[in-house]
C-alpha cells in the first residue's frame, strides 16, 4: 500500500478481554516497530521487528502483551485481559532498513480504549 | 535503559518569533531522526543526522548534530501557526538494541 495501514482504527473493549491490533506496513519495507502513546504523551518503545524476527523485545509492559510478524509483512499485536491501564493509542510504523538508515513511516494508530 | 532527553517540554511562542528544541543523551548517539507530530496525528519523519556536526535546512527549519554525536536541536525561524505540533527526536545508539528511542517532544503554540 501507499502508507502504512492500522487496524481497526478505534477500538473500546471491556477490561479483561484480549485484543488484537493490526498493521500492515509499506510494501518492501523490513523494519517494523510498534510503541504505544498515552494522551498527551511520548511515544513508549514496545517492540522492534526485523523481517519476521524480533530481535527486541524489552519494550513490551507484561507478558500480556505478545506480537508476531509473519511473511515480513503484516504484524499483529496481541493484548490478553486487558487492562485500564492498556487504554493508549498503539502506532505501528515500518522504514526500509534498520540501524536507523532511514526515516521510519507511521500509521494512523488504533486508539484503545479499555473500559 | 537507553534515554533521550529533549527541553523544553512545553513552548509557547508569537507568531514570527523563533524556536528551538534541544535533544540530549548521555552516551553517543549512531544516528539521530526529528520527527513532527501535529495535534490528533501521527509522527511525521521530519529528517535524519548522521555526521558528526552536521547541520541540515529545510526552508524556515535548522537541524543540528553536536560534535560529539550527543546532543541536537531543531531551530524554526519566524515561526507560523502552521508550525503548531509536537517535535520529538529519536536516536539510535551506536551498541545496544537496534530500536528507535523517542525523546520526550516538545510542544510548540504558535499563538497568531
Known amino acids: 500500500g501507499a502508507g502504512v495501514s492500522q487496524s481497526p482504527s478505534n477500538k473500546v473493549t471491556e477490561k479483561g478481554k484480549d485484543v488484537e491490533l493490526r498493521c500492515d506496513p509499506i510494501?518492501?519495507?523490513?523494519?517494523l516497530y510498534w510503541y504505544r502513546q498515552s494522551l498527551g504523551q511520548g511515544l513508549e518503545f514496545l517492540i522492534y521487528f526485523q523481517g519476521n524476527s524480533a530481535p527486541d523485545k524489552s519494550g513490551l509492559p507484561s507478558d500480556r502483551f505478545s506480537a508476531e510478524r509473519t511473511g515480513g509483512s503484516v504484524s499483529t499485536l496481541t493484548i490478553q485481559r486487558t487492562q485500564q491501564e492498556d487504554s493508549a493509542v498503539y502506532l505501528c510504523a515500518s522504514s526500509l532498513a534498520h540501524l536507523g538508515q532511514q526515516g521510519a513511516f507511521f500509521g494512523q494508530g488504533t486508539r484503545l480504549t479499555v473500559v | 535503559g537507553q534515554q533521550v532527553m529533549q527541553i523544553p517540554q512545553y513552548q509557547h511562542v508569537q507568531e514570527g518569533e523563533d524556536f528551538t528544541t534541544y535533544c540530549n543523551s548521555s552516551t553517543t548517539l549512531s544516528n539521530i531522526q526529528w520527527y513532527k507530530q501535529r495535534p490528533g496525528g501521527h509522527p511525521v519523519f521530519l529528517i535524519q543526522?548522521?555526521?558528526?556536526?552536521e547541520v541540515k535546512k529545510q526552508k524556515r527549519l535548522t537541524f543540528q548534530f553536536g560534535e560529539a554525536k550527543k546532543n541536537s536541536s531543531l531551530h524554526i525561524t519566524a515561526t507560523q501557526t502552521t508550525d503548531v505540533g509536537t517535535y520529538f527526536c529519536a536516536a539510535y545508539y551506536q551498541t545496544g538494541a537496534n530500536n528507535l528511542f523517542f525523546g520526550t517532544g516538545t510542544r510548540l503554540t504558535v499563538i497568531p
Open positions: 543526522l548522521v555526521k558528526s556536526g
Open positions: 510494501s518492501g519495507h523490513t523494519a
